[in-house]
C-alpha cells in the first residue's frame, strides 16, 4: 500500500476513460490530485480522489477515502503488465458481471471495503479503531505497506540490543542469540536433507516440530482466514487470532484443489501437502525478504529432487524440444484471480485425472490438454505410471461422498480422520464434516481430536460437536476454556454458552467468564460486520440475554439489510418469545432486499405455518424448494406442509423427486415410508424403510417401523 502519487500511480489519470455494463468510468487530474468519476453508492456519476494505491505487479488498484473514515477498493484496477502481454489497460475486477450500486459487491458497500478485507496484509501494525455508536473508522497503522515488524513483530527491543551492541562492541560483551527480536525463525538452522539414491527423493536430517513457526507466521496474510484479535504474536499459530478456513466445499474441490473463483491462497494448499508433512518450509524455496525463489525456475526443485532424475523426458513423457515443461506445469497448477493473477497450486500433487473422471475434480493434464477429455488423460497417465495413483492427497472420494450425501459418508470421513499420513489440516476438515453424522459409534474420534496438538484438529473436533446437548458436552469440552490458543477457546466457550451458570460447576466458572469475555471482545473487533453482530446475538440468545441478542441482530440488519442469517436469527429469538408476527416483519423485508435466498424463504414459510397462515406459507416453502433444490430440508418441508393439508400424493410426487438430488436424505426416506404406509403403499413403503435401514441399522425406531411394514406387506 502506499499513498497515491506521480511516483506510485502506475494507471493512466490523463483523462482515460473505461466502459462497463453502461457505467463509463473516467481517470483524470484535478487541482493536484488523481481523480475519478464512476457510479457512486446512489449509482450516479460523481467524482473521488484517489487516496492509495494498492499493490504493483500484475495489477494495481485504487483506494478511496470517505469522510466517515471508510476506505473503499475502486473496482477498476490497472493491468500493470507489459502491452505485449495484453498489460497497460484499464479491466474491471468483475469482468463479466453486472455489479449496480444495491449490489453487496459494488466498490462503496462492505465487501469492498479496505478497512476490514484488505488492510491487515497490506501495512504493518494495523488497528482498524472502528467506534459502533458512531459507525465510523479511524484505522491506524504502523506503517503504511509492509515493513520489517509485520513478520518479525514489535522491533523496538530489537533496536535497543542494536543501540547497546553498538555501545559495547567490540569489547567481547556476551552476545544475545535473539537479537532482541519476539521470534527466531530458525527452522532451518541445522536441517540437512540427505538424497536417496533409489528414489531422487531427499530425507530430512530430523522431524518438524508441531508449531511450525515460519508456515503460521507467512499464514497471517497467505491464508484464508478472519481476524478477531489485533494481538498476533510472530511464530505463535495463526489459529491464536484468527479462525482459518478449512475444507470447504465453496472454497474447494473435493480432493483439496482451490477452486477457479475463489482465492483459498497458499497456506491451506501447503499443509494439505507432503512438502508440509516432511518438513519443508516457505523459505527453502522462497527468500523472504526479496520476495524471489531460491533459484530460478525448476532450480528451485532441484535443491532437493535430483535434477538427472526428474528432469527428463523418461519422467515428464513430453517431448522437451516440443513442449518443454516446468515442475510447476504438472504439480503446481495455477489458477488465475482478479482477471488476470495466476496463483500456483501449493500442494504439490501429482495429476489426478483418474479422478476427474470419477469425481470432476481439475487436474493439470487437462488444464493445457483442454482438446481431449479426463478419460484420455487417466489412460496416459496409468499407461506411464501404473494404476496405482494415490498419491499424498487420498481424501478426495470421502469430502466428495460428504457434499453429495452418499451412504458411505461416515466410513470414508472416519477413516481419513484416523489416517495417520493424512495432515492435520485433513484430519481438522473430515471431523468437521462428520457433525452431520455425530453418532455414539464415531464420538470417540472427536474425543481424540480434543487432545490434538495441533489446533486446527481441536478446533475441527469441535465443529464435529456442535448440535449436541451443552450440557453433556461440558465435561469433554470444558477443559479447553483455557487452551492455549485463541480459536480454540471461542469454539469451545461458543459451544458451551447455553448452559446457565447455575448449572455449571463452580470450578469451571471463572474460566467460561473469562473465555466469554474474550468472544465478545472478538465479535466487538468485527462490530463493523454483520457476521460479528450476529455472532454475539446467537451467543446472548443463548446466554438467555434476549434485549442484548435483538439489539446485535438488528445491528447487523443496519449494516447490511440483506443478510440472511442475522434475519433468520432474530426471526428464531421472536419465536422463542412468542413473537411470531415480529418475525413474520423482519423475514419479509430482508426478502424484499435478497428474494433469491431460499433459507429466507424457508424461515418465512415456517413462520406462517405457526401463525396458522397456510396458503402464504405453502407460497414461500415452495419458492424455497425451487430456490434451492440441493438443499433436501427446504423439499421435506414443503413435502409436509402439503400432506398436512391432504395432499399426499403431492407430497409423495415433491419426496421422490428430492430423492432422485439426496438418494440418502433419512428425513425424506422416513417420510416416503410412513406418507406410503398412510396411503396403504405398503411395497412402497418397506421399500423406503429398508433404504432408511441400511443407514441407520441400529435405530430402535426405525426397525420397529421395518418390522411393522413387513407385516402389513405379507400378512400371516
Known amino acids: 500500500m502506499d499513498h497515491a502519487t506521480e511516483k506510485s500511480v502506475l494507471g493512466d489519470f490523463h483523462d482515460a476513460s473505461f466502459d462497463h455494463f453502461g457505467v463509463n468510468s473516467r481517470f483524470f487530474r484535478k487541482d493536484g490530485k488523481l481523480m475519478v468519476e464512476t457510479d457512486g453508492a446512489d449509482g450516479k456519476l460523481a467524482e473521488f480522489e484517489v487516496k492509495y494505491t494498492f499493490g504493483i505487479a500484475p495489477l ?19 493491468d500493470s503488465r507489459p502491452t505485449a502481454v495484453g498489460g497497460q489497460r484499464w479491466f474491471h475486477l468483475y469482468a463479466d458481471e453486472h455489479i449496480g450500486h444495491d449490489d453487496i459487491l459494488h466498490w462503496t458497500k462492505l465487501n469492498q471495503n479496505w478497512n476490514f478485507m484488505c488492510a491487515e496484509c497490506h501495512s504493518t501494525g494495523i488497528r482498524k479503531n472502528y467506534d459502533a455508536a458512531g459507525d465510523r473508522f479511524a484505522t491506524g497503522w504502523a506503517e503504511i505497506s509492509v515493513g520489517c515488524e ?7 527491543r530489537h533496536l535497543a540490543w542494536a543501540g547497546a551492541r553498538r555501545s559495547w562492541w567490540p569489547f567481547g560483551r556476551e552476545e544475545d542469540p535473539e537479537k532482541g527480536l519476539v521470534v527466531r525463525f530458525d527452522e532451518r538452522e541445522g536441517v540437512s536433507w540427505t538424497p536417496d539414491a533409489a528414489t531422487g ?24 482466514r478472519s481476524q478477531f484479535s489485533e494481538d498476533w504474536m510472530p511464530g505463535s499459530f495463526l489459529s491464536d487470532t484468527h479462525h482459518v478456513s478449512a475444507l470447504d466445499r465453496s472454497l474447494f474441490h473435493a480432493d483439496g484443489q482451490m477452486r477457479d473463483m475463489e482465492e483459498t491462497y497458499n497456506y491451506a494448499p501447503f499443509k494439505q501437502s507432503r512438502m508440509f508433512a516432511h518438513g519443508v518450509t516457505c523459505s527453502d524455496c522462497h527468500d523472504p525478504h526479496s520476495a524471489t525463489l531460491r533459484a530460478p525456475q525448476d532450480g528451485v526443485c532441484g535443491q532437493c529432487h535430483a535434477p538427472q532424475r526428474y528432469e527428463t523426458a523418461a519422467h515428464r513423457h513430453h517431448d522437451e524440444s516440443n513442449a518443454p515443461l516446468a515442475c510447476a506445469s504438472c504439480h503446481m497448477p495455477a489458477r488465475t484471480y482478479m482477471v488476470i493473477d495466476q496463483r500456483h497450486d501449493h500442494s504439490f500433487r501429482i495429476p489426478r ?13 487437462n488444464d493445457c490438454h483442454k482438446d481431449k477429455s479426463a478419460e484420455w488423460a487417466a489412460a496416459a497417465v496409468g499407461g506411464w505410471f501404473g494404476p496405482n495413483r494415490k498419491g499424498f492427497q487420498n481424501y478426495a472420494e470421502a469430502f466428495n461422498a460428504a457434499w453429495t450425501e452418499q451412504a458411505d459418508a461416515e466410513k470414508l470421513l472416519s477413516a481419513v480422520a484416523r489416517d495417520p499420513a493424512a495432515s492435520p489440516f485433513v484430519h481438522a476438515s473430515a471431523l468437521a464434516e462428520l457433525n452431520a453424522y455425530l453418532s455414539g459409534a464415531n464420538v470417540e474420534l472427536a474425543r481424540s481430536g480434543l487432545a490434538d496438538r495441533d489446533p486446527m484438529v481441536r478446533i475441527g473436533a469441535l465443529d464435529m460437536l456442535e448440535g449436541a446437548p451443552a450440557d453433556e458436552l461440558w465435561p469433554i469440552i470444558s477443559p479447553l476454556l483455557s487452551d492455549p490458543v485463541g480459536d480454540v477457546r471461542l469454539r469451545a466457550v461458543s459451544l458451551l454458552a447455553s448452559v446457565p451458570t447455575a448449572s455449571q460447576p463452580a470450578a469451571d466458572r471463572a474460566r467460561f467468564d473469562q473465555a466469554a469475555a474474550e468472544f465478545i471482545a472478538a465479535q466487538r473487533l468485527n462490530a463493523d460486520r454483520p457476521e460479528g453482530r450476529s455472532a454475539l446475538g446467537s451467543f446472548f440468545a443463548k446466554r438467555g440475554m434476549g434485549a442484548a441478542a435483538e439489539g446485535e441482530y438488528r445491528a447487523a440488519l443496519r449494516l447490511s439489510p440483506g443478510f ?10 421472536y419465536r422463542a418469545l412468542g413473537r411470531d408476527l415480529d418475525g413474520e416483519q423482519v423475514l419479509r423485508a430482508v426478502v424484499k432486499a435478497s428474494p433469491e435466498d431460499a433459507g429466507l424463504r424457508y424461515a418465512l414459510g415456517l413462520t406462517l405455518i405457526r401463525l396458522g397462515r397456510s396458503d402464504d406459507a405453502f407460497d414461500e416453502l415452495r ?3 425451487i430456490l434451492a433444490p440441493d438443499q433436501a430440508q427446504y423439499a421435506f418441508a414443503y413435502a409436509v406442509a402439503l400432506h398436512s393439508t391432504g395432499r399426499r400424493d403431492d407430497a409423495i410426487a415433491m419426496l421422490e423427486t428430492s430423492l432422485e438430488r439426496h438418494p440418502n436424505d433419512r428425513d425424506t426416506l422416513l417420510a416416503l415410508a410412513t406418507f406410503n404406509r398412510d396411503a396403504r403403499n405398503f411395497a412402497a413403503a418397506l421399500g423406503y424403510a429398508k433404504r432408511l435401514l441400511s443407514l441407520v441399522p441400529n435405530d430402535p425406531n426405525i426397525l420397529r417401523l421395518t418390522e411393522d411394514l413387513r407385516r402389513a406387506h405379507s400378512p400371516e
Not at 509485520?150 to 523496538?156: D, I, L, Q
Not at 440472511?564 to 429469538?573: E, G, H, I, Q, Y
Open 201 to 224: 527423493l531427499p530425507t530430512r536430517s530430523s522431524p518438524p516440530l508441531a508449531l511450525r513457526k515460519e508456515v503460521e507466521t507467512c499464514g497471517l496474510c497467505h491464508a484464508r
Open 353 to 365: 485425472p483418474d479422478l476427474s473422471t470419477k469425481l470432476g475434480t481439475p487436474n493439470a493434464c
Open 623 to 625: 419458492q424455497a424448494a
Open 564 to 573: 440472511a442469517p442475522a434475519a433468520v436469527n432474530l426471526a428464531d429469538l
Open 150 to 156: 509485520a513478520c518479525h513483530g514489535m522491533g523496538s
Open 60 to 78: 494495481q488498484q485504487y483506494l478511496v477515502e470517505f469522510p466517515d473514515g471508510r476506505i473503499q477498493a475502486l473496482p477498476l484496477a490497472w
